[in-house]
T-cell receptor, first 113, second 113 residues
Framework: ETGVTQSPTHLIKTRGQQVTLRCSSQ?????VSWYQQALGQGPQFIFQ???????GRGNFPPRFSGLQFPNYSSELNVNALELDDSALYLC????????????FGSGTRLTVV | KQEVTQIPAALSVPEGENLVLNCSFT??????LQWFRQDPGKGLTSLLL?????REQTSGRLNASLDKSSGRSTLYIAASQPGDSATYLC????????????FGAGTRLFVKA
Protein backbone atom coordinates (compact mmCIF):
# COMPACT_ATOMS: atom_id res chain seq x y z
CA GLU A 1 0.00 0.00 0.00
CA THR A 2 1.56 3.30 -1.07
CA GLY A 3 1.17 6.46 0.94
CA VAL A 4 0.47 10.00 -0.22
CA THR A 5 3.12 11.40 -2.55
CA GLN A 6 3.55 15.04 -3.55
CA SER A 7 5.62 16.63 -6.29
CA PRO A 8 7.75 18.57 -6.58
CA THR A 9 9.31 18.71 -3.10
CA HIS A 10 10.67 22.22 -3.58
CA LEU A 11 9.82 24.99 -6.02
CA ILE A 12 10.89 28.59 -6.57
CA LYS A 13 8.62 30.91 -8.56
CA THR A 14 8.52 34.59 -9.39
CA ARG A 15 5.71 36.86 -8.25
CA GLY A 16 2.89 36.91 -10.83
CA GLN A 17 3.65 33.44 -12.19
CA GLN A 18 1.40 30.40 -12.00
CA VAL A 19 2.21 27.10 -10.30
CA THR A 20 0.78 23.56 -10.30
CA LEU A 21 1.39 21.17 -7.43
CA ARG A 22 0.56 17.48 -7.66
CA CYS A 23 -0.60 14.83 -5.24
CA SER A 24 -1.13 11.08 -5.53
CA SER A 25 -3.61 9.72 -3.02
CA GLN A 26 -3.06 6.68 -0.87
CA UNK A 27 -4.38 3.53 -2.54
CA UNK A 28 -8.13 3.12 -1.96
CA UNK A 29 -8.74 6.73 -0.93
CA UNK A 30 -11.34 8.79 -2.83
CA UNK A 31 -10.98 12.12 -1.02
CA VAL A 32 -8.15 14.63 -1.19
CA SER A 33 -7.69 17.91 0.66
CA TRP A 34 -5.08 20.64 0.37
CA TYR A 35 -3.55 22.87 3.05
CA GLN A 36 -1.22 25.84 3.22
CA GLN A 37 1.17 26.00 6.15
CA ALA A 38 3.16 29.15 6.79
CA LEU A 39 6.24 28.94 8.99
CA GLY A 40 5.36 28.48 12.65
CA GLN A 41 1.63 28.12 12.05
CA GLY A 42 -0.86 25.30 11.76
CA PRO A 43 -2.04 24.16 8.32
CA GLN A 44 -4.84 26.25 6.79
CA PHE A 45 -7.54 24.36 4.86
CA ILE A 46 -7.71 25.35 1.17
CA PHE A 47 -10.27 22.90 -0.24
CA GLN A 48 -11.34 19.28 -0.40
CA UNK A 49 -12.37 17.07 -3.33
CA UNK A 50 -14.51 13.98 -3.05
CA UNK A 51 -14.93 11.79 -6.14
CA UNK A 52 -13.78 14.59 -8.47
CA UNK A 53 -16.05 17.30 -7.04
CA UNK A 54 -15.14 20.09 -4.62
CA UNK A 55 -17.12 19.57 -1.41
CA GLY A 56 -15.50 22.08 0.92
CA ARG A 57 -13.46 25.26 0.68
CA GLY A 58 -11.60 27.44 3.14
CA ASN A 59 -11.03 31.19 3.01
CA PHE A 60 -8.76 31.31 -0.02
CA PRO A 61 -9.27 33.50 -3.10
CA PRO A 62 -10.38 32.04 -6.46
CA ARG A 63 -6.83 32.13 -7.79
CA PHE A 64 -6.39 28.95 -5.74
CA SER A 65 -8.06 26.20 -7.73
CA GLY A 66 -7.89 22.45 -7.91
CA LEU A 67 -8.75 19.28 -9.73
CA GLN A 68 -9.25 15.68 -8.76
CA PHE A 69 -8.85 13.06 -11.46
CA PRO A 70 -10.67 9.72 -11.95
CA ASN A 71 -7.75 7.90 -10.30
CA TYR A 72 -8.23 10.29 -7.32
CA SER A 73 -4.90 12.03 -7.78
CA SER A 74 -5.12 15.81 -7.53
CA GLU A 75 -3.62 19.13 -8.56
CA LEU A 76 -3.49 22.48 -6.79
CA ASN A 77 -3.13 25.48 -9.11
CA VAL A 78 -2.24 28.94 -7.90
CA ASN A 79 -2.40 31.86 -10.32
CA ALA A 80 -0.85 35.32 -10.00
CA LEU A 81 1.54 34.26 -7.25
CA GLU A 82 2.16 36.67 -4.39
CA LEU A 83 5.05 36.76 -1.95
CA ASP A 84 2.69 35.67 0.86
CA ASP A 85 1.97 32.44 -1.02
CA SER A 86 5.38 31.20 0.08
CA ALA A 87 4.62 28.24 2.33
CA LEU A 88 4.57 24.47 2.72
CA TYR A 89 1.65 23.03 0.76
CA LEU A 90 0.31 19.79 2.15
CA CYS A 91 -1.96 17.27 0.53
CA UNK A 92 -3.94 14.69 2.49
CA UNK A 93 -6.07 11.80 1.35
CA UNK A 94 -8.81 9.87 3.07
CA UNK A 95 -11.70 7.54 2.49
CA UNK A 96 -15.19 9.02 2.16
CA UNK A 97 -14.64 12.70 2.99
CA UNK A 98 -12.33 12.19 5.92
CA UNK A 99 -14.56 9.95 7.99
CA UNK A 100 -11.59 7.73 8.89
CA UNK A 101 -9.09 10.54 9.27
CA UNK A 102 -6.45 11.90 6.93
CA UNK A 103 -3.08 10.65 5.69
CA PHE A 104 -0.67 13.43 4.76
CA GLY A 105 2.08 13.70 2.21
CA SER A 106 5.46 15.29 2.93
CA GLY A 107 4.51 18.55 1.27
CA THR A 108 5.81 20.92 -1.39
CA ARG A 109 7.87 23.88 -0.22
CA LEU A 110 6.97 26.86 -2.45
CA THR A 111 9.08 30.00 -2.39
CA VAL A 112 7.85 33.08 -4.27
CA VAL A 113 10.49 35.71 -4.98
CA LYS B 1 -16.79 30.12 12.84
CA GLN B 2 -14.83 27.17 14.18
CA GLU B 3 -11.62 28.07 16.00
CA VAL B 4 -9.10 25.61 17.42
CA THR B 5 -6.71 26.63 20.19
CA GLN B 6 -3.79 24.63 21.55
CA ILE B 7 -2.21 25.23 24.92
CA PRO B 8 0.63 25.48 25.72
CA ALA B 9 2.29 26.87 22.59
CA ALA B 10 5.61 25.37 23.67
CA LEU B 11 6.73 22.93 26.33
CA SER B 12 10.14 21.73 27.52
CA VAL B 13 10.27 18.72 29.86
CA PRO B 14 12.92 16.28 31.15
CA GLU B 15 12.92 12.77 29.77
CA GLY B 16 10.56 10.39 31.54
CA GLU B 17 7.95 12.96 32.46
CA ASN B 18 4.25 12.40 31.75
CA LEU B 19 2.64 15.33 30.00
CA VAL B 20 -0.69 16.64 28.74
CA LEU B 21 -1.31 18.73 25.66
CA ASN B 22 -4.59 20.59 25.36
CA CYS B 23 -6.82 21.39 22.40
CA SER B 24 -10.06 23.37 22.53
CA PHE B 25 -12.59 24.11 19.80
CA THR B 26 -15.50 26.52 19.68
CA UNK B 27 -18.12 24.55 17.74
CA UNK B 28 -19.06 21.13 19.11
CA UNK B 29 -20.61 20.01 15.78
CA UNK B 30 -17.55 18.05 14.73
CA UNK B 31 -17.52 14.57 13.26
CA UNK B 32 -14.00 13.67 14.30
CA LEU B 33 -10.81 15.02 15.87
CA GLN B 34 -7.33 13.93 14.91
CA TRP B 35 -3.96 14.43 16.60
CA PHE B 36 -0.84 14.70 14.45
CA ARG B 37 2.87 14.98 14.96
CA GLN B 38 5.05 17.16 12.71
CA ASP B 39 8.84 17.17 12.61
CA PRO B 40 10.53 20.37 11.35
CA GLY B 41 9.94 20.94 7.64
CA LYS B 42 8.11 17.64 7.25
CA GLY B 43 4.58 16.44 6.63
CA LEU B 44 2.13 15.34 9.30
CA THR B 45 2.05 11.91 10.90
CA SER B 46 -1.31 10.78 12.27
CA LEU B 47 -1.22 9.73 15.93
CA LEU B 48 -4.81 9.19 16.99
CA LEU B 49 -8.28 9.68 15.50
CA UNK B 50 -11.35 10.09 17.72
CA UNK B 51 -14.79 9.91 16.14
CA UNK B 52 -17.45 12.25 17.52
CA UNK B 53 -19.22 9.32 19.21
CA UNK B 54 -16.05 8.21 21.05
CA ARG B 55 -14.55 9.45 24.31
CA GLU B 56 -10.93 8.33 23.94
CA GLN B 57 -8.37 6.44 21.91
CA THR B 58 -5.08 4.87 22.93
CA SER B 59 -1.96 3.89 21.05
CA GLY B 60 1.10 2.78 22.97
CA ARG B 61 2.22 5.62 25.26
CA LEU B 62 -0.38 7.98 23.80
CA ASN B 63 -3.92 8.53 24.98
CA ALA B 64 -6.32 11.09 23.55
CA SER B 65 -9.66 12.06 25.06
CA LEU B 66 -12.57 14.00 23.61
CA ASP B 67 -15.28 15.96 25.40
CA LYS B 68 -17.50 17.38 22.68
CA SER B 69 -19.86 19.17 25.03
CA SER B 70 -17.08 21.28 26.51
CA GLY B 71 -15.15 21.54 23.23
CA ARG B 72 -11.95 20.00 24.55
CA SER B 73 -9.48 17.26 23.75
CA THR B 74 -6.31 16.25 25.55
CA LEU B 75 -3.32 14.26 24.37
CA TYR B 76 -1.54 12.43 27.16
CA ILE B 77 2.03 11.26 26.55
CA ALA B 78 3.43 8.83 29.10
CA ALA B 79 7.11 8.49 29.94
CA SER B 80 8.28 11.05 27.41
CA GLN B 81 11.44 10.40 25.36
CA PRO B 82 13.77 12.71 23.40
CA GLY B 83 12.35 11.16 20.20
CA ASP B 84 8.97 12.63 21.12
CA SER B 85 10.33 16.12 20.44
CA ALA B 86 8.17 17.58 17.66
CA THR B 87 5.18 19.84 17.09
CA TYR B 88 1.83 18.29 18.00
CA LEU B 89 -1.24 19.47 16.12
CA CYS B 90 -4.90 18.80 16.67
CA UNK B 91 -7.47 19.10 13.90
CA UNK B 92 -11.25 18.98 13.91
CA UNK B 93 -13.30 18.00 10.89
CA UNK B 94 -16.80 19.34 10.39
CA UNK B 95 -19.51 19.45 7.77
CA UNK B 96 -21.08 22.82 8.54
CA UNK B 97 -21.13 24.83 5.30
CA UNK B 98 -19.23 22.10 3.43
CA UNK B 99 -16.49 19.79 4.62
CA UNK B 100 -13.60 21.49 6.40
CA UNK B 101 -10.70 20.51 8.61
CA UNK B 102 -9.49 23.16 11.03
CA PHE B 103 -6.08 22.93 12.72
CA GLY B 104 -4.73 24.50 15.84
CA ALA B 105 -1.37 26.28 15.75
CA GLY B 106 0.29 23.37 17.54
CA THR B 107 2.32 22.72 20.67
CA ARG B 108 6.10 22.57 20.22
CA LEU B 109 7.47 19.90 22.54
CA PHE B 110 11.09 19.48 23.52
CA VAL B 111 12.07 16.51 25.66
CA LYS B 112 15.50 16.87 27.26
CA ALA B 113 17.71 13.80 27.65
Amino acid sequence: ETGVTQSPTHLIKTRGQQVTLRCSSQSGHNTVSWYQQALGQGPQFIFQYYREEENGRGNFPPRFSGLQFPNYSSELNVNALELDDSALYLCASSLDRGMDGYTFGSGTRLTVV
Amino acid sequence: KQEVTQIPAALSVPEGENLVLNCSFTDSAIYNLQWFRQDPGKGLTSLLLIQSSQREQTSGRLNASLDKSSGRSTLYIAASQPGDSATYLCAVSLVTGGFKTIFGAGTRLFVKA
